[in-house]
């Protein structure tokens, strides 16, 4: 266990680096005067924009050799400071806080959903290989992979909002509105995970302790409930770590989209308005989650299949 959790803090050591370091030098080689931006972004575009300009630029160093402002950066991020908004002038740990708790809320939600439409109709699926159960799960899988999280949250957007109004289509702050954006990225999720549960449920309904279970004369759900939700449990919570990377991804378009108050949301604003403090923490952060995802899928893993703890 200790040569694990310091394998997974050199991962999220190395991870920090490589994309604090990444986004500095991308930020850099956009086309455009990111001072203009920026105080812009602060007093907003007028007829005196080139004079704030060059107040931004030698207020914040920009004029400064790139080499330079990249080794104070480094020396900030071993130092755990992140810096200040170059828009807002506040905290970049402040403002992260909050949008992160928004995100986690989002995620979890987006998670729970996954997890109870995926496996469920995987369970079905891989009881009866080849079933109606089987062929339809299959083709809902299909469509809602292929469909991209944007165009999926249009649609539920049309038909939940403008059509039935049953839901708002954006904002913040109870169950109602949180609940368009995390079925979007839901129905992506349990697309995947409904194919993984089936083949592993087909898998374990394959096995030999399985069958014999069967001809002990057992009820069906006694025996899926003793020989086969574990067994077949552990490559899907396995695939939980991969889903990760769709499920931090899609936070980015689908907070946008539905105006939603994350750190996806920061993440585009900051972008847009060239503030690479808040570009730099949002990115470590959405980095550094999906270490601390993976790392908990492992452990789960780990939990549920003691034979990964013996020795080689």
Same mark, same amino acid.
């Given at each position: 266990?200790?040569?694990?959790?310091?394998?997974?803090?050199?991962?999220?050591?190395?991870?920090?680096?490589?994309?604090?370091?990444?986004?500095?030098?991308?930020?850099?080689v956009?086309?455009?005067?990111?001072?203009?931006?920026?105080?812009?972004?602060?007093?907003?575009?007028?007829?005196?924009?080139?004079?704030?300009?060059?107040?931004?630029?030698?207020?914040?160093?920009?004029?400064?050799?790139?080499?330079?402002?990249?080794?104070?950066?480094?020396?900030?991020?071993?130092?755990?400071?992140?810096?200040?908004?170059?828009?807002?002038?506040?905290?970049?740990?402040?403002?992260?806080?909050?949008?992160?708790?928004?995100?986690?809320?989002?995620?979890?939600?987006?998670?729970?959903?996954?997890?109870?439409?995926?496996?469920?109709?995987?369970?079905?699926?891989?009881?009866?290989?080849?079933?109606?159960?089987?062929?339809?799960? !299959?083709?809902?899988?299909?469509? %809602?992979? #292929? +469909?991209?999280? /944007? $165009?999926?949250? *249009?649609? @539920?957007? &049309?038909?939940?909002s403008?059509?039935?109004?049953?839901?708002?289509?954006?904002?913040?702050?109870?169950?109602?509105?949180?609940?368009?954006?995390?079925?979007?990225?839901?129905?992506?999720?349990?697309?995947?995970?409904?194919?993984?549960?089936?083949?592993?449920?087909?898998?374990?309904?394959?096995?030999?302790?399985?069958?014999?279970?069967?001809?002990?004369?057992?009820?069906?759900?006694?025996?899926?409930?003793?020989?086969?939700?574990?067994?077949?449990?552990i490559?899907?919570?396995?695939?939980?770590?991969?889903?990760?990377?769709?499920?931090?991804?899609?936070?980015?378009?689908?907070?946008?989209?539905?105006?939603y108050?994350?750190?996806?949301?920061?993440?585009?604003?900051?972008?847009v308005?060239?503030?690479?403090?808040?570009?730099?923490?949002?990115a !470590?952060?959405?980095?550094?989650? %999906?270490? #601390? +995802?993976?790392? /908990? $899928?492992?452990? *789960?893993? @780990?939990? &549920?299949?003691?034979?990964?703890?013996?020795?080689?």
């Amino acid at each position: 266990m200790r040569n694990f959790l310091l394998a997974r803090l050199l991962q999220a050591g190395i991870v920090a680096i490589v994309v604090g370091a990444l986004c500095f030098v991308l930020m850099r080689v956009l086309p455009g005067d990111a001072a203009m931006r920026i105080a812009a972004g602060r007093y907003g575009p007028d007829a005196r924009i080139a004079e704030a300009a060059e107040k931004v630029r030698l207020e914040l160093g920009l004029d400064r050799p790139i080499a330079t402002q990249f080794l104070e950066w480094l020396g900030n991020l071993l130092r755990l400071d992140f810096g200040h908004s170059l828009v807002t002038g506040g905290t970049v740990v402040h403002e992260l806080q909050v949008q992160l708790g928004a995100s986690v809320w989002l995620a979890a939600a987006a998670l729970l959903l996954s997890l109870v439409i995926g496996p469920i109709i995987g369970l079905f699926s891989g009881l009866r290989p080849g079933g109606v159960a089987d062929r339809m799960g !299959l083709i809902g899988a299909v469509t %809602f992979r #292929a +469909i991209p999280p /944007f $165009v999926l949250g *249009l649609i @539920l957007m &049309l038909v939940f909002s403008k059509q039935l109004g049953w839901l708002p289509p954006a904002g913040f702050g109870s169950p109602r509105e949180i609940l368009l954006p995390a079925l979007t990225l839901a129905l992506g999720l349990a697309a995947m995970s409904s194919r993984v549960t089936r083949n592993a449920v087909a898998a374990v309904a394959r096995a030999p302790y399985f069958a014999f279970a069967r001809y002990k004369g057992l009820p069906e759900a006694v025996v899926v409930r003793r020989h086969g939700l574990r067994n077949a449990a552990i490559p899907v919570i396995s695939y939980l770590g991969l889903q990760a990377i769709y499920l931090i991804e899609g936070v980015v378009v689908v907070e946008s989209l539905f105006a939603y108050p994350g750190i996806g949301h920061a993440l585009v604003h900051a972008i847009v308005e060239r503030d690479i403090p808040m570009v730099q923490g949002t990115a !470590l952060v959405m980095g550094l989650m %999906f270490v #601390a +995802i993976s790392a /908990f $899928v492992d452990l *789960l893993s @780990l939990w &549920l299949d003691p034979r990964q703890r013996r020795p080689a």
